[in-house]
């Protein structure tokens, strides 16, 4: 085979007529091939599960919160001797969110 400056012009200009004349097929085909990648990354993406080594790691890695328990004295003598705070703690207790 024996390219020549000619036959490549002429190759090139019938790909081109092809790709006008059917230029919103093209790029609908284009976009729908990126548009179905993506959505495979994601779906691979999405259905990966962390390991028990991973989910150990991020439970250890943060502290839980300690209450000293003089506190937790404290705030319970407190609640107790006041009337007014108590029946205000069983209220929240009761609808947390009622104003």
Do not use: C, H, W
Request: cysteine-free; aromatic content about 10%.
């Amino acid at each position: 085979m024996k390219l020549d400056k000619a036959l490549l012009l002429e190759k090139l200009a019938v790909l081109a007529t092809f790709i006008r004349r059917f230029r919103f097929i093209v790029v609908f085909v284009i976009f729908s091939a990126m548009y179905g990648y993506i959505l495979m990354q994601v779906n691979a993406i999405n259905e990966r599960q962390p390991t028990n080594k991973q989910v150990t790691d991020k439970v250890t890695a943060s502290p839980r919160p300690k209450i000293d328990e003089t506190l937790i004295d404290k705030i319970t003598s407190l609640e107790e001797g006041n009337v007014q705070v108590k029946t205000i703690f069983n209220d929240a207790r009761k609808n947390p969110f009622a104003e």
